[in-house]
């Protein structure tokens, strides 16, 4: 014969979910081998589990009610239409410190109900703290990839998530998918963080984690950004350098600058275009600068000609 779970938990077949919850409360504190010294106390504590882990779910608890633990364990036809399609029997995970973990929320739940030295301490009616202990699950960060062009424009960002949703039992759970909005804005940059509060996964006495995104930039072929400012490396030839020449830019928005150098360009000459990098976090009307640097390409040989005429004209 089959063990009564309701027996375990001193309950009758009539028991309500609150009764259910109510009696695994107190059996499972009064039963708790840091609490009960008494042979046998763990192997008492571990069937409580086991009772709480069947009838506090709704679907064991149903096949049980209608089935039995043979029906529980061994499994029974779906919906008991097609004799040959059995589910898959209930297995006990043997955890009793899990369940109990579940239950009251915590990385140490039962520490709450005794003091240092073993005595129990005074619990709030209905349980740890009134209602049951609530763990805070720690926040999930993920990486926002972003283009220069995202964060230059600003843009409309929709993530998908999948997590764990409680039913409106309180107890079971299902997947559910959930679309996230960012609004990026003009001129975020690297490292900034967008939280979405308690949109991880719930769980009995559980305070969803906070989702954090953090904006990582793509390298992009052209720029490359310091702060509010965008870097730009022109590629010339030696004669332009010396007598000057005019730059194209295609800029982040499409527009075609020309950048006139009158200078001598040396390898560390820089060109400073303002307003022409990005667009200022709060303010976005307002830019940073555009910072051309120079790659200098040098003859690979010259003409006897050339050399003297390039001796004429620098060494003279």
């Known amino acids: 014969m089959g063990q009564d779970y309701y027996a375990v938990l001193g309950l009758g077949r ?14 499972a504190l009064k039963s708790h081998p840091l609490k009960c010294r008494e042979p046998g106390a763990r192997e008492r ?7 709480y882990d069947v009838l506090g779910d709704p679907v064991r608890k149903g096949i049980y009610d209608r089935f039995g633990e043979e029906g529980l364990k061994g499994g029974i036809p779906l919906e008991c239409g097609d004799e040959n399609a059995w589910a898959a029997g209930y297995v006990f995970h043997n955890n009793p410190d899990k369940v109990f973990k579940e239950f009251f929320g915590g990385d140490n739940p039962f520490a709450e109900f005794f003091a240092e030295d073993g005595s129990e301490a ?5 349980g740890l703290r009134g209602r049951g202990a609530l763990k805070r699950d720690p926040p999930i960060v993920r990486d926002l990839h972003l283009s220069l062009e995202d964060l230059f424009h600003g843009c409309t960002k929709k993530i998908k998530i999948s997590r764990r949703v409680m039913n409106q039992d309180g107890r ?8 996230l909005t960012i609004d990026v804005q003009p001129g975020w940059r690297q490292g900034t963080r ?5 949109e991880g996964d719930q769980g009995p006495n559980v305070i969803p984690a906070d989702i954090t995104f953090v904006v990582q930039e793509k390298p992009h ?13 022109a590629t010339i030839p030696l004669g332009k350098a010396l007598v000057g020449c005019a730059v194209e830019v295609r800029t982040l928005d499409g527009r075609l600058l020309n950048v006139p150098v009158n200078d001598i360009v040396d390898p560390k000459y820089r060109k400073v275009v303002p307003g022409e990098g990005m667009p200022l976090p709060g303010d976005p009307r307002r830019r940073g600068d555009l910072l051309i640097s120079f790659d200098i390409r040098f003859p690979k040989q010259l003409t006897p000609d050339k050399k003297t005429l390039l001796k004429s004209a620098l060494l003279s």
């Open 194 to 198: 967008i939280t979405f509060e308690k």
């Open 122 to 126: 005074v619990v709030p009616f209905g």
């Open 45 to 51: 504590f571990r069937q409580l589990a086991e009772a």
């Open 221 to 233: 072929p052209r720029f490359k950004r310091a702060g509010d400012h965008l870097t730009y490396v």
């Open 14 to 27: 009539g028991a309500s979910a609150a009764d259910i919850q109510r009696a695994y409360r107190l059996l």
């Open 172 to 179: 079971t759970s299902a997947i559910r998918d959930k679309i």
